[in-house]
């Protein structure tokens, strides 16, 4: 056997138990799961047959003692478990860990034809995997585990994604809720590297024939936000000529792609004056694609609600403007509020885009539903004097796909106003 590519840490980590836990549930949860739904939230259990360790496995059997379903059971979470096999059974093992990898990287084959090298290998739930993300960058990749349960099960999984997709290195991120609850993680810490070294030089990977720098390590997400690469395109196609304010812009990549699109001039805005030098990086990496070097870079460190204002108090305007702020509720209790703040940001978003001019509204608020998304920033939008027309509603690209409503987070509204 050749020697472990991995770091002493994955070396270090315990192999799951063998003993599964047996939970008995609500009539309710065995309808979802037998419907193919992937959680089990404990409020959802009646009977646990032994206190469960996170990783080990939890069978569930129906009220007629046939089996319903299996996964990975974690007690440090609300979500008790997390399905792998449903309605029927099998084994849960290395092997069935490398088939759901491999299935996955076949669903994305079509996408390094576009000139891009950095997209979602694994997309939790929707995967298979749930609970589990990974990401490439290039020749790095990073996973982000959103379970405890995960830890004694990551070797296979990392065994699986370097055995179908070589890399020179692998950084391992956890998840804010992971962070969050004490749990069982045998060493291993959010950002380390599992595999390879880090190189002293910035990584960069591209999309769509554009250079872009990631930080795995530090990044928010994994690094960068992958789940925009379609709209990015699509802010691309509308730029020629145009001038494109991006709010919240983060390492500038709707920037990048107006300016390769052949804006005029675009505005960077963030909060954060590290994401905006790098986005000025950005730029810069991509001097040899003339467009980008014709267009103006902008850059405002500010409170995107602030230099709306600050923007209409001085007249300016934009033909096209991208508002795609992180995700104001996490929880249903924060949905009011959040809806309250698209509202605003789509009202003063308007205001400053030319007559017949494109506007970009986007949310990752989970408990913000499409619809309500849209009804919002509409009725914002028509209060604001500018009503939406020619709306187009768009979502994730193919390598975040969903399939269970949970895992509909992003929506994105184009409109002419
Ligand atoms: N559009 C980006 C991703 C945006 S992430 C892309 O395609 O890559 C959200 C960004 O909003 C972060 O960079 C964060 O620093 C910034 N941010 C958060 N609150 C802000 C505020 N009130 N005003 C301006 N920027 C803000």
Known sequence: MSPSPFTAAVDALPAPAEKPVVLRVTASAESRLRAGHPWLPVEQIKSESRAGEPGDLGV?????????????????????LRVLRARKSGPIDDALLDERVAAALARRVSLPATDTDGYRMIHGESDG????VADRYADTTVVKLYSHAWVPWLRPVLEALVRHQPVERVVLRLSRQLSAVPGPLFGLTDGQVLMGELPEATLTWREHGLTQ??????????????????????????????????????????????????????????????????????????????????ARHVTRRGDAFEVLRDLQSADESFDLVIVDP??????????????????????????LVTPDGTLLLASCSRPVSADDFLATVSAAARAAGRPLRDVRETGHGLDHPTDFAESEYLKAVFATV
């Open 213 to 294: 720098e990631v930080d795995p390590v530090h990044g928010q997400k994994t690094g960068c936000f992958l789940d925009q690469r379609d709209n990015r395109r699509r802010v691309g196609e509308l730029s020629a000529g145009r001038r494109v304010l991006n709010l919240f812009a983060y390492t500038g990549g709707f920037s990048l792609a107006a300016a390769r699109g052949g804006a005029t001039e675009v505005w960077s805005v963030d909060l954060s004056a590290p994401a905006l030098a790098a986005a000025e990086r950005n730029v810069a990496l991509n001097r040899h694609v003339p467009a980008v070097a014709a």
């Open 129 to 132: 995997l749930p609970g589990l």
């Open 60 to 80: 569930v059997f129906d009220r007629k003692r046939a089996f319903l379903a299996v996964g990975l059971y974690d007690p440090c979470s609300p979500l008790r």
């Open 326 to 351: 992180p995700a104001f509720a996490r929880s249903n209790a924060q949905l009011p509020g959040a809806l309250e703040a698209y509202g605003r940001l789509a009202k003063l978003a308007a205001r």
